[in-house]
């Protein structure tokens, strides 16, 4: 019997061999939350290279285990097929010099901005509400 | 809490000849940006040169340091 911290091990090392571009992010490109992770997707959908995204907020096991694997201790963390890019600054910088476009392989749209964009600043959270106050039978 | 002068000087006393510029970006003590000049960077990739860097406060990155944005060059 696997543990569970390995079996999340395995999880992250088999999204990482499945997907060609895979971000590690809090939150989801839709709802990040944090302002590296946002900043990290704007570039990303700025380049316009379709990429995968995992959510690490649902267990402090996933962040655990993938900063373990990858040797990297921070949120977010871009993988382009299999190997670690880098966080949020690299993965900036390398927009602007264009080696982003470069390693994804992509050509950026005419309208892609010259500088990364800088992501509005997160909302606060929605709450989630499970309610099961009313008896709906 | 670390200060900006903390950080500097633990990265400058880590890579011998380093030179570091530590702006606390929310002025709230633990979201860090440090600009990090040191030969010895030289010829590593940027994820080797952050993670030199990153290596000189283990573990505090994520907890007390909750974000530490890094440049890295391997000179001025």
């Known amino acids: ?137 | 809490m670390p200060t900006t002068d903390e950080l500097k000087q633990r990265i400058e006393t880590a890579i011998p000849g380093a030179e570091a510029d530590v702006v606390d970006l929310t002025g709230g003590g633990d979201h860090f940006r440090a600009t990090v000049v040191a030969a010895e960077f030289a010829g590593l990739s940027r994820i080797e040169q952050h993670r030199r860097v990153y290596a000189v406060f283990g573990p505090e990155i994520g907890g007390p340091i909750h974000a530490l944005s890094l440049v890295t060059r391997p000179e001025a």
Not at chain 1, 99 to 121: C, N, S, Y
Request: proline content about 11%; overall charge negative.
């Open chain 1, 1 to 137: 019997m696997s543990t569970p911290e390995q079996q999340i091990s395995t999880a992250i090392q088999e999204a990482i061999a499945e997907n060609d571009v895979l971000l590690f992010m809090k939150g989801t490109p839709e709802q990040p939350m944090c302002g590296f992770s946002a900043r990290t997707v704007a570039a990303l959908e700025a380049v316009g290279t379709p990429f995968a995204a995992v959510d690490i907020l649902p267990d402090p096991r996933i962040r655990q285990q993938l900063s373990a694997l990858s040797n990297w201790p921070t949120i977010p963390q871009l993988f382009v097929k299999g190997e670690l890019v880098g966080g949020c600054d690299i993965v900036t910088e390398m927009y602007e010099t264009g080696e982003l476009a470069e390693v994804l392989g992509v050509t950026p749209p005419a309208d892609a901005p010259e500088h990364a964009p800088v992501a509005a600043e997160p909302g606060a959270p929605p709450l989630t509400i499970d309610n099961n106050l009313v008896d709906r039978s």
